[in-house]
Structure formats: C-alpha cells, structure tokens
C-alpha cells in the first residue's frame, strides 16, 4: 500500500515555533514501523517557517515576503535534520523534495518528478516534501500544505492520504463553539453542503483550516483516492487505522470505492 501522511506545524511545533520533540519522535516511530510492515510511505511536511520563527529567534509568524522566504530556508534545514535524526534511528532513508505548482503543471517537470519519486520509493526511501517556499511568490506557489498533499497522492497514485491535523475530523459545527457539535466519520460524497462546514477563507472549524483540507478532499476523491483527517497529537491512531478501526474523518474515493474499501479488510 502507498500511503501519503501530511503533518502541520501545530503538530510538529509550540506555538513558540521551537519543535514538539514527543509529536516527531512519536511521527517517526510510527511512520518507521509501517514503513517495516511493507507500507511505501510519503510524507508532506510542513513547519519550515514556523521552525525558521523559533531558530531565528523572531517576535511571530514574518508578514513580508523575504523574511518569511528566509525563515523557510532556516526551518527548512532543521526540520531536514530532525527527520534525518528521527528516521535513521530506525533505520530509514529520507530524501528532501521541495515542490512548487509548476512542478505539476508542467508536463516535462511532472515527469521528472513522477520519475524520482518511482525510483526513491522502488530504493525503499522515504520522501520528504515541503513546498519550495524560498521561491514560491504568489503567481507559482500551491499555497498550503493540504492541496500540496493532494496533489502529491495523484502524483504518485497514492492509495490514500492522511492528513494529521489538530483537529479530530470533520464536524457537523466548530466544535470550539457548539458544544453539540459531533464527529462526522464517513464522508461518501463531497457535497456544497460538506463544503460550507469547512467555512470561507481563513476561518476554519478547527485551528488547522478545514476550508483546505476540504479541498483535498475533494482533489483526492474525485480522482479515486480516499482521504482521511486524524489528530496527529497522538500518532498511534495511525496503527488504528491501519487496523480497519473507524478513526478521525474518512472522505470516501468517488471511483473504485470497492478496492479501497478492502483495503481495510
Ligand atoms: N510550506 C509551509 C512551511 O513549511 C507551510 C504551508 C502550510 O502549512 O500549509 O512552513
């Protein structure tokens, strides 16, 4: 099974922008152990700016372009050491992409991507991919890790994609608001109604951004890819999952539901 896993930075890191050392260590074990259980594992990550905030000693989150494309390129190396650190305590290859929206466009860069990525995975690697935030401006960037991730699952005709999120799912109202909201477990289609639960731009029902990772969902199901949003505060849901349990949101592939639906079995 080929499995694409995207964290975000509030898994990975305190608001500090200092790295949560329990969330990644707990990540990688995790992911390691699937990885040893013959799953291909990809990992999207972000945190690159977040941890350039925390390396750099900055007061927030930089507003202007180049601060925060320098943050990215600071973060970026220390989160690239973690997960070499992490992973290669277990045992594990890990190899850095870092992605822009041209890199799927293009249809000479898709396949040169498509390409690496076949040969990492056939060499028993584990990618690592953040977007290229360093030259990312507003005209070639993805934008936000969730669509990234999506696209990456296509890319690499991923059989699913998790998204670690700092929420436990989809719910039918923001759970911080309505104490009566609840956990919608299966998604079987994404409708204009499942859409407005994730709210309008910038405003979200959980802190992670729903709206994008609706989006996702949305890329990934329509083209037969499920996906599913679990809290990446406790990592061995993973195994829970993999166990067939009924964790976090799962968003139902549109075509050959049957094939993911054994996948479970
Ligand atoms: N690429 C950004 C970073 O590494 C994160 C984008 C996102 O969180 O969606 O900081």
């Known amino acids: 099974m080929r499995v ?3 964290v975000g930075t509030s898994t990975l890191a305190y608001s ?11 990540l990688c074990r995790v992911l390691s152990d699937l990885k040893n259980r013959g799953m291909e594992i990809v990992l999207v990550t972000s945190g690159a700016i977040g ?40 045992n594990h290859t890990v190899a850095q992409l870092l992605l822009t929206a041209m890199d ?22 584990l990618p690592i991919i953040n977007e290229n935030d360093t030259i990312s401006t507003e005209e070639i960037k993805v934008g936000d890790n969730d669509t990234l991730s999506a696209m990456v699952a296509l890319s690499v005709s991923a059989d699913k994609l998790i998204l ?12 911080h608001k309505d104490k009566n909201a609840t956990l919608i477990s299966v998604v079987e289609k994404i409708t204009p109604e499942i ?34 949003i679990i ?15 009924e964790v976090g949101t799962r ?10 639906e054994n996948d479970n079995d």
Do not use: W
């Not at 860069?109 to 040969?119: D, E, F, V, Y």
């Not at 809290?231 to 067939?244: I, K, P, V």
């Not at 968003?251 to 993911?260: I, L, S, V, Y």
């Open 4 to 6: 694409v896993v995207k």
């Open 164 to 175: 670690l999120s700092d929420i436990d799912g989809l719910y039918t109202a923001d759970p």
């Open 104 to 125: 799927f466009k293009n249809e000479e860069r898709h396949n040169n991507l498509k390409n690496t990525m076949s040969r990492l995975l056939s060499l028993g690697v």
């Open 195 to 228: 859409l407005a639960l994730g709210g309008g731009e910038g405003s979200s029902l959980g802190t992670g951004g729903m709206a994008t990772k609706l989006r996702a969902a949305e890329i990934c199901t329509e083209n037969g890819c499920e996906m599913i």
């Open 51 to 90: 941890m350039g905030v925390g390396k750099l000693g900055l007061s927030g989150k930089p507003k202007d372009m180049p601060t925060k494309q320098a943050a990215a390129a600071v973060g970026q190396c220390e989160l690239m050491y973690v997960y070499d650190k992490e992973f290669g305590e277990y």
């Open 251 to 260: 968003f139902m592939a549109n075509t050959e539901k049957m094939r993911h």
């Open 16 to 26: 500090t922008g200092r790295i949560n050392i329990r969330r990644i260590e707990g």
């Open 231 to 245: 809290n990446g505060a406790d990592c061995n849901l993973l195994y829970d999952l993999f166990e067939g349990k």
